[in-house]
């Protein structure tokens, strides 16, 4: 079994090896807890300056497996606040927080954990009436199913679903960080021990004796200062957007083709513009043409006949005029608005800009290679 020194050894190995550019790296988990086991990995949480996307990589290190959670410090924070603070379970912050800064300078690994533990101390956002009511109601169907089981497996199977629930459920009705599976003991102990022996001893009656009741008078219990037990009268509305996708994608553009005069200098203008920019991705490759996709929709570029390139194009004749794309938000116009004046094309209604549609309006009007006008508008 490795120790926590021996943990930290082999994550500097491996950030030396797989992510040498990194600004920071924390080597975390059960063995730098000194909970290790046998079979126990390393979370490894690194931080690079930028990157396309964030992503969880798994491998083996010289026999030992490792869990790599990769981020630039704005996935991080999207991580945090976005998906961690709002599910209630804090895996991503807790490592930052406990983890033992192994690469990057003391300033950054400190900035890093300030914002963990900032947002672990503030806890998970609060639960409303709805939330709880969901919570129970699932609860609530465990339960009846719980009391006639119709086989010693089919129970076995019900009360370990019951476990998680009613766990999370003690711990979130409370405005208390949650967690799932082996979480969930080691949260219901930091918050109370009381209620985690409570917890312990109701399930091992079930599982070493077969006895029900302590689970059911568990779950009676904490249910209880909501309301109790819920099914008569409960209504769960679905989201207006979950429908057929036949329904959602009627009257919505499919695809736009535009031919132009030379392939390749439009390729290098839209996949820098649709790729790095506005989230598109290369969709297909032919000779003389390319597509770009984003959703369901996609722009299609293809090399006009050397025979049709005596009449040039112009937007004011009849036919195409220009192409608007949303963008992120008025700070993505600015960003984007700079990187064409880096690579020199032509910024359209200077005078005006950034508010040429109007003073309410915040967008870039630029030229492609074959001086089809390109908007794009912030929010």
């Not at 080597?27 to 931080?47: K, N």
Request: net charge negative; proline share 5%.
């Amino acid at each position: 079994m490795r120790t926590p020194e021996q943990a930290e050894q082999i994550a500097k190995k491996v950030v030396e090896e797989k992510f040498p550019s990194a600004l920071v790296a924390f080597c975390a988990g059960s063995i730098v807890r000194g909970e290790g086991t046998d079979s126990s990995d390393i979370d490894l949480v690194v931080v690079h300056s930028q990157l396309k996307r964030a992503y969880r990589e798994s491998f083996l290190f010289e026999g030992c497996p490792i869990e790599a959670f990769v981020h630039d410090p704005s996935t991080l924070k999207y991580f945090f606040t976005e998906m961690d603070a709002k599910s209630g379970t804090p895996s991503l912050p807790q490592m930052v927080v406990e983890g033992i800064a192994v690469w990057g300078s003391e300033g950054n690994a400190r900035q890093f954990k300030e914002i963990a533990a900032k947002l672990i101390a503030a806890g998970p956002a609060p639960l409303s009436e709805e939330d709880i009511s969901n919570r129970i109601y699932g609860i609530t169907d465990l339960v009846d199913d719980f009391k006639s089981p119709r086989s010693r497996i089919e129970a076995i199977g019900i009360a370990t679903r019951l476990y998680e629930s009613l766990g999370d459920f003690a711990l979130r009705s409370q405005n208390q960080w949650s967690g799932a599976g082996k979480q969930i003991p080691r949260a219901l102990q930091r918050y109370s021990p009381g209620l985690a022996e409570d917890f312990n001893s109701a399930f091992e009656s079930f599982f070493a004796k077969n006895d029900r009741k302590p689970i059911l008078d568990l779950a009676e219990k904490l249910t209880q200062p909501f309301g109790g037990f819920l099914f008569d009268d409960y209504k769960r509305d679905a989201p207006q957007t979950w429908r057929d996708n036949w329904h959602q994608a009627t009257g919505k553009l499919h695809h736009v083709e535009i031919y132009v005069s030379d392939l390749e200098k439009s390729t290098q203008f839209w996949s820098w513009l649709l790729c790095e920019h506005l989230g598109y991705h290369e969709f297909q490759k032919w000779d003389g043409g390319l597509s770009y996709k984003l959703g369901d929709t996609y722009i299609v570029f293809v090399q006009t006949e050397e025979r049709f390139l005596e009449t040039p194009y112009h937007r004011c004749h009849v036919g195409l005029n220009h192409l608007a794309f949303h963008g992120k938000s008025r700070e993505h116009i600015d960003e984007l608005t700079q990187e064409l004046e880096k690579r020199d094309v032509t910024i359209l209604y200077k005078d005006k800009h950034p508010h040429a549609g109007g003073s309410d309006s915040y967008m870039v009007f630029f030229e492609d290679p074959d001086r089809i006008k390109v908007e794009v508008v912030a929010p």
